[in-house]
Structures are given as structure tokens and as C-alpha cells.
């Protein structure tokens, strides 16, 4: 009789162990059958009395494993059955959703800079020629007229290759203009931009690297005229239609005569503020009419050619435009920073 009752026991243990309940209606139709009011356990406790005593201990604890194997299955089956219906309920699409919105990268303050400047010469047919950072001392110095005792080749300024007197990190993207100028015949007509390098002590106005536009015309009959004409259609785009530029005689190798260009400071409408210093004019960029030389040194007749140049640090422009007071910001790529320009383009 008692061996009968406990294969009884021992087959609904077999089932708790072997029950998988595949929905909430198989559930709970495992929990009314072990666990509910009157549940197939229960009248197994009524047996207890028939069970010799030898064995009513051995009988109890068998009862008792099958009741709480029955409550440990039921928890472990809800849990996993809610969790499953959830990631289904996550899964289901509201295709009348509003779309998430894409978090859009932002252009570089210096690129937004150099974009605009190579546009405004590309509409009166500038192109862009690109060329090394790489450069040799040749197209970098000797070409551009600086003659090999000048200061601005001295170690303190330019990096050079390691183990080279020959090979350095351009200083100028005047680099480009011999570059230019040694494979492509006149007419030219080109925008340089790009990065150079100086080997200057880091700080809030000065870092070792930085970019330049040069602009390069050379063809017969150019004139100063030319470059005063492009320069103040250059200072009107980019600054405003009521900019005036003033040209201030200077030195560079390259150049003679040589200029420097100032702009009405856009600022503060050359009323007088902090960036153009109280004198309503700031400086943006250096020219001239290309020296004889620098033709000649590039293979360009000079006696039938004439032509003018111009370079100007981008830096300067974006910190001015952007009110940044310190160049590093613009090298360190902080998010923060950047994304102050997403809508600039
Ligand atoms: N290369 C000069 C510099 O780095 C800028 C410059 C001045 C470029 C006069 C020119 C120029 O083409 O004509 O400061």
C-alpha cells in the first residue's frame, strides 16, 4: 500500500520536474494543479496515516520536497514567461513613431573658415591645388627667394626631419606656389589652403601647427591693380559688402613690392573694440606682386609674365569671427567645443 503511495508522489515530483508551461494559460493551469485550493498534493498529506511508521518521516519530507518544488517551478516559470512577453511587447513597432532624432556631427570651426575662403576664389576661377606638408628646403625656401642665411630657417622655427638639413615640415603654404609653378605653365591661377608648421612654444595665440590659404595669379599684364581688386572683392564676401581694405607697404622674400592687408574691423564696424584694438582695422593677410626671381627660380619667363600672391592664417580669422580667445581649443577636439558650430556650415 505505502509503496504505492510513494510512486504516486515520486511521478508528480517527475512532472513538476518535467512541466514547461509555453503561455500564461498553461501556467496557470500548472499552478491550479499543484499550488491552487485543491490541488493534487494536498490529499497526499491525508495518506500520511497509512504509511507504516518507519517510513511516515521518509513520506513527509518526500510530501514536502514535492510542495516546494511545485512553488520554486511556478516562480521560475512566471519570471521567465513576464520577461519574455516584455521584450515581445518592446519589440513591436509603432510605425507612426516620430523618427529619433540623428545627432548630426558638426564641421570644424577651421573648416568652416577655409571652405568659405576657397569659395569665394573658386567663383572668379581659382582652383584648389593641394599639395605636400612634407616639403624640401628648395620649394619651401629656396625657390621662394629666402636666401639660406635667413632667420626664418633657422632650427628654432622649422622642423626638419630628423637627421636632415633638406626635408622639413612646411612653414608657409608658399610651398604650393613653387610646386605650381614648376609643373603647370601660365596662365594660373590657384587657392592653397592647407596645414604648416613652426616650431613655436605652444601657448593661448601661438601653436605649432596652423593653416594657411595662399592665393597664386600669374599670367601676362598682371597688375597691382589685379590684387587690390581681388582682395577687396575677397574682404567684401567673406566680411560684409561695406568692408574697406587698406594696403600697408611690408616685406616678404617672395613679394615685391610687398603689402600687408587690413580689413575695417567687422567686428565693431570700425567703431573700435577689443579685436581690432581701438583702430578699426585688423590684419588679415599678407601680398604682393611675385618677385622676378621666384618666377625665374620656377622656370616662368619674367619678362612676359607678371603675377601676384597672397597667404593668410585661417586661425586668427576663425578666433575672430567665433570670439575664441585661445588657439588650442581648436586642436584639442573637445565635444564640448565643437558642437557649439553645428550650425554653421
Ligand atoms: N608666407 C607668408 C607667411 O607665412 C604669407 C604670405 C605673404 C604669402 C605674402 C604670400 C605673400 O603669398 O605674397 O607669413
Redesign the pocket.
Known amino acids: 500500500m505505502s509503496s504505492e503511495i510513494f510512486g504516486k508522489a515520486n511521478k508528480l515530483l517527475e512532472e513538476i520536474k518535467a512541466n514547461l508551461p509555453k503561455s500564461k494559460e498553461e501556467l496557470e493551469a500548472f499552478r491550479i494543479r499543484f499550488l491552487g485550493t485543491k490541488n493534487i498534493i494536498r490529499p497526499l498529506f491525508s495518506e500520511i496515516k497509512n504509511i507504516e511508521n518507519t517510513r511516515k518521516k521518509e513520506f513527509g519530507q518526500l510530501l514536502n520536497q514535492l510542495k516546494s518544488n511545485a512553488e520554486s517551478k511556478f516562480n521560475e516559470l512566471k519570471a521567465g514567461l513576464e520577461a519574455a512577453t516584455e521584450s515581445q511587447e518592446g519589440e513591436e513597432l509603432d510605425l507612426f513613431a516620430p523618427a529619433e532624432p540623428i545627432a548630426l556631427g558638426s564641421r570644424h570651426p577651421i573648416s568652416i573658415t577655409l571652405n568659405k575662403i576657397v569659395d569665394i576664389f573658386a567663383r572668379i576661377g581659382f582652383t584648389v591645388a593641394e599639395e605636400r606638408e612634407i616639403e624640401d628646403d628648395w620649394h619651401n625656401f629656396t625657390a621662394m627667394n629666402t636666401p639660406e642665411d635667413h632667420p626664418a630657417r633657422d632650427m628654432q622655427d622649422t622642423f626638419y626631419l630628423k637627421n636632415s638639413t633638406e626635408m622639413l615640415l612646411r612653414?608657409?603654404?608658399?610651398s604650393v606656389?613653387a610646386r605650381v609653378m614648376t609643373s603647370v605653365r601660365p596662365p594660373i591661377r590657384i587657392i592653397a589652403p592647407g596645414r604648416?608648421y613652426r616650431n613655436e612654444t605652444i601657448s593661448a595665440r601661438a601653436h605649432c601647427q596652423f593653416h594657411?590659404v595662399?592665393?597664386?595669379y600669374v599670367d601676362e599684364n598682371v597688375s597691382f591693380a589685379d590684387l587690390k581688386q581681388t582682395l577687396t572683392y575677397f574682404a567684401k564676401e567673406l566680411y560684409g559688402p561695406n568692408t574697406k581694405i587698406r594696403l600697408r607697404p611690408s616685406f616678404?622674400p617672395?613679394?615685391e613690392p610687398?603689402a600687408e592687408m587690413d580689413v575695417s574691423c567687422f567686428i565693431c564696424d570700425a567703431e573700435g573694440c577689443n579685436v581690432c584694438k581701438y583702430t578699426g582695422w585688423v590684419e588679415v593677410?599678407?601680398?604682393?606682386m611675385i618677385d622676378p626671381a621666384v618666377l625665374e627660380n620656377c622656370g616662368i619667363d619674367s619678362t612676359k609674365y607678371t603675377g601676384f600672391?597672397?597667404?593668410?592664417g585661417i586661425e586668427r580669422q576663425a578666433m575672430m569671427k567665433y570670439r575664441i580667445n585661445d588657439i588650442r581649443l581648436l586642436f584639442e577636439n573637445d565635444a564640448r567645443f565643437l558642437k557649439q558650430f553645428t550650425s554653421a556650415i
Open positions: 612653414t608657409h603654404t608658399s606656389q604648416v594657411q595662399e592665393g597664386l616678404f617672395f613679394t610687398s593677410l599678407g601680398c604682393g600672391a597672397f597667404g593668410m
